[in-house]
């Protein structure tokens, strides 16, 4: 079956420290790989997103690439910042098989001043 | 504002007391789900919904029921809860039935069953 496997947490980094949480996938189908943020106390929201091999998803910072060879899809941000702190989660979503989204455990992420 | 609202967000129940959390989106969105969150498992599905009147079952659908009457709507009902349902039940949407596309989530309802 699909899975998804995330580094353990959590990660405590200081502020402008650079970050990676990885990320490892085993897919039936070809994927769609994301990753999704959850702050304190809310839902998860879209981070950011790629569809194809060799994609990079951007946004607020936050870069992923997916690579295809490896089955891989990294998290990085060269400096993270307090507002940063939160629970990340990858996951994957395969074509013909739409409409089962795999996730990761997650990986909490605590930024210090 | 495009959203997924559910409700309640916190709920404190007993054993076997039939409870519903609903959960509504304003976004047309044909595919709707339900998570649920565990700590150290991630989120696992219970049920999914591709379009009104068709459900199948996730990866963790026993003692759960859904329904799709209406496009916009998608509640979870507990017929019989039991403790080991106590978790952070999430419902989530997204658009069209492509696998390109991002869910967009509600606010997470809490659930105690005592």
């Known amino acids: 079956g699909d899975s998804v496997t995330q580094m353990e947490g959590p990660v405590t980094l200081s502020e402008e420290a650079f970050l990676t949480i990885n990320c490892t996938y085993t897919?039936?189908?070809?994927?769609?790989l994301f990753w999704y943020v959850q702050y304190p106390g809310e839902g998860l929201q879209l981070l950011l997103k790629?569809?194809?091999?060799?994609d990079k998803g951007s946004n607020k910072g936050f870069e992923a690439t997916y690579r295809k060879e490896t089955t891989s899809f990294h998290l990085e941000k060269g400096s993270v910042q307090v507002s940063d702190s939160a629970v990340y989660f990858c996951?994957?979503?395969?074509?013909?098989?739409?409409?089962?989204?795999?996730f990761g455990t997650g990986t909490k992420l605590q930024v210090i001043p | 504002e495009a959203q997924v609202t559910q409700n309640p967000r916190y709920l404190i129940t007993v054993t076997g007391k039939k409870l519903t959390v609903t959960c509504s989106q304003n976004?047309?969105?044909?595919?709707m789900s339900w998570y649920r969150q565990d700590p150290g498992l991630g989120l696992r599905q219970i049920y999914y919904?591709?379009?009104?009147?068709?459900?199948d079952k996730g990866d963790v659908p026993e003692g759960y029921k859904v329904s799709r009457k209406e496009k916009r709507n998608f509640p979870l009902i507990l017929e019989s809860p039991s403790p080991n349902q106590t978790s952070l039940y999430f419902c989530?949407?997204?658009?069209?039935?492509?696998?390109?596309?991002?869910?967009?989530f509600g606010e997470g309802s809490r659930l105690t069953v005592l």
């Open positions: 790629a569809t194809k091999a060799d």
């Open positions: 996951a994957l979503r395969i074509a013909g098989g739409y409409q089962k989204v795999t």
């Open positions: 976004m047309n969105h044909e595919y």
């Open positions: 897919a039936t189908g070809y994927p769609s």
């Open positions: 989530a949407s997204s658009s069209g039935t492509g696998f390109t596309g991002e869910l967009f």
């Open positions: 919904s591709m379009n009104v009147e068709v459900t």
